[in-house]
């Protein structure tokens, strides 16, 4: 995808970042695809297909009526009218899941109910409304048969038939190795008999936060310290995506304390630490990483996001991608977005992942001032007679985690833009198709109506 790699440049700073593309490529580079597992059928929404699945029957088995009506020979009604019925005698009904015994002579009719199979003898269905029968709800079994019913219309051969294996025919494969499940799969599947199905199974991501400041939400808050809230991010984007998120809690600043953890992640399929990664003088992550297991620091070109973390480790003949995100909120979502889970998607056999990337107009001034990363701005992108307009979620602070709140797209303002004014033409990274109306209630909590601050933002909803 173009639009997230870095577009080139010659300034020295730009020279010593890595292009997200390209941390990406190398991150693919270490992670499989996943084995295969016998999932039940409802349990495998969003998992890859790991067979090419066969159908052993027919779908529908037998022809079958698409509406409720009368089963008659069509060339009975040749001519009928309003002016001109044709009588024919009814000589019984029949429901769906149940096949009429008899069959439709000349002259004679069956009561029939949308699903059930067409009687032998019939060649049309002449629907209730086209007789003197109106139609009822009441059950077919609770009325007397009427004996005679005349029917006002003409049928045309085979009218309203669905015939048999006109959906799925016997030995058709119906999804191949590969395919994505989604509810029509799963329901496809259902319908041919299928109660499991094979398919890649779900990748295990340990998440694991560090930081001799961090409190486990539901602890008693204490002056200095915050709440883990990136364990909770990422765990929520991994079950999101598709994945099993193990939440390891937190990993105190020290050799042990971390060692021990990360020693805990190593049954998963994928690791993920946040935080520790930077410069800071207190952060021993990166060394117990890099004791521990190979591992890389980039600093990639994108704001918000450096510095990034990766590597793996080994366990018992295994390698066990690991991502260490940067420890801001902001930074360790977004970071997770594009590197973590494309991981992710890979583990899961996927390949058409890429988010949407879409043209939108900017309704706010982005200042980038030169920079030589790409900056990743949150913002809300709506649709208005036909185009797409961003706006961005107030402060964009990496720390200011209410800012991806509002989000439901990230901008790419390539590196080296000065800014962006109101009213030019910007990529956005689609997160998700949402409009922002249920975002409303944090943003509409004030008193002084729609024009104040972030609820300005709103305004152009109603629109
Ligand atoms: P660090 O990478 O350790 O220097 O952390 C960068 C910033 O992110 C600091 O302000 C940390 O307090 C903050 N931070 C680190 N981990 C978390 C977390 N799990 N939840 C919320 N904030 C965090
Ligand atoms: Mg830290």
Redesign the pocket.
Known sequence: MVALQAPPSHSQAARNLIAIEEALQRILAYVDVLPAEEKPLIEALGQVLAEDVTSSIEIPPLDNTAMDGYAVRWADTAGASRQSPRPLRVIGEVAAGYQFEGRVEPGTAVRIMTGAPVPAGADAIVPFEETDEPFEKAPARAREVTATVRVFKEARPGANIRRAAEDVKKGQVIARKGTVLRAAEIGVLASIGRATVRVIRRPVIAVL???D??LEPGAPGAGAR??????HSIGALVRRYGGIARLLG?ARDTVEALTAKIQEGLDADMLIT?????R?DY?VVKDVLAREGQIAFWTVAMKPGKPLAFGYFQKEGRRIPHIGL????VS?MVTFELFGRPAMMKMMGKRDWRRPVVRAIAEDRIENRHDPRVFFARCIVRERDGRYYASLTGEQGS?ILTSMMHANALTIIPAEVDAVEPGEEIDVLMLDWSRGEEWGSYLSGGEGGPAEGPAALFSALDG
């Open positions: 936060s560090t930081g400041e961090l915050i709440y883990d809230s990136n364990a937190i946040s935080a520790g990664v930077s800071g952060d940067p420890g801001n909120p360790s720390g």
